[in-house]
Nanobody
């Protein structure tokens, strides 16, 4: 059974920083592309940052230059470093991953984590 668990959220003042972690566990051969999404109350879930298995990254324009996504393939972890946080960054942040369960699998299964709350407020 595969688990995707986010952590690191919390309450931070404007201008502050947080580092989110996404941990993958269970019977996994490899973790392919991983995305960080966020969903504010009453709004749709939007892609914030994306990292490929090779480490290529893409960011939404709203966070470019402030957020950095990284990964540790050996530990099956993905991180989102968030700097210069603003109230509009307040949301539940979810990790999404494409996971290969077996070495001979020909496709990737898609998994979501439950999310971690980030609140930016003075």
């Amino acid at each position: 059974q595969v688990q995707v668990v986010e952590s690191g959220g919390g309450l931070v003042q404007p201008g502050g920083s947080l580092r989110l972690s996404c941990e993958f566990s269970g019977s996994i051969f490899s973790v392919n592309n991983v995305g960080w999404y966020r969903q504010a109350p009453g709004k749709q879930r939007d892609l914030v940052a994306f990292i490929t298995i090779g480490g290529s990254c893409n960011y939404d324009h709203s966070v470019k230059g402030r957020f950095t996504v990284s990964r540790d393939n050996a530990r099956k972890m993905v991180y989102l470093q968030m700097n210069s946080l603003q109230p509009e960054d307040t949301a539940v942040y979810h990790c999404y991953a494409e996971i290969k369960l077996k070495y001979d699998s020909t496709y990737y299964q898609k998994y979501w984590g439950q999310g971690t709350q980030v609140t930016v407020s003075s």
